[in-house]
């Protein structure tokens, strides 16, 4: 009994919306696992291809390009436990960034809020250091020292060895630094928005761009979502294949 007919480059290019070279592009990166090759020499798909590309699509949407690559990548030869981990790992990290992005909102408020209010209002226990400041941002020491020169956010200094302190508003500033440049703004655009947020049409852009941010991890999440099934079609098609060559995944 013949078995399916493998499918030529045309056709997981149609069925896939790539072009021919943008399938052969994603195979030679990893993307889809290598294709048999005919016995003219012509690659020959399946439908498992097909699925994959779908898969990265959905991801693409979700983490960028290069993230899915290196995902999809990882998932055709990772165990099911790591797997699962992988894909995990991109919800969270979607996850993380709407809660940022709500913690911006906030402090943006907050910082409207105390406007006029004395300096160095605030609880003296909701201080950070800059090792604290950093984890809880997601983001590295070195970088809220690049936007300390940048102007963006000034900590206190407290020691004489110069140890930053971050007090409540250089806190909420951090946190709106943070969501605009994952937003992908520059950071002159950053200063001149923190610069602005004494008036009240600097505010409001600042509001704008953090819900705009928060629409468009939404559509990413959504996107993670539509690919869920074609992500497991992945990794089961891996362990098959792993299975049938003896191996275990």
Known sequence: ???PVPLRTTDVARASGYSPQQVRDLERLGVIPPAAR??????AYNPTHV????????LAGAVGPVAARQTLARLRTATLAEAASAITDVHVRLARERDEALRAQRALDAIRGEAGS??????????MTITELAGALGVRP????FWEQEGLVRPERVTSLRARRYGPSAVGAARIVTAL???GHGIPAVREIMASLDRLDGAEEARDILRRRLD??????VALLRAGTDLAAVVTSARETADARGTSL
Request: aromatic fraction near 4%; glycine fraction near 18%.
């Open 38 to 43: 005919s016995a003219n020499g012509y690659r």
């Open 1 to 3: 009994m013949n078995g």
């Open 142 to 145: 070195s970088t809220l020292r």
């Open 216 to 221: 468009r991890i939404a559509e990413r999440t």
């Open 181 to 183: 440049r994952g937003a």
């Open 118 to 127: 004395a300096p160095g209002a605030g609880r003296e226990g909701d201080a």
């Open 51 to 58: 699925r994959a590309l779908h898969a990265y699509r959905g």
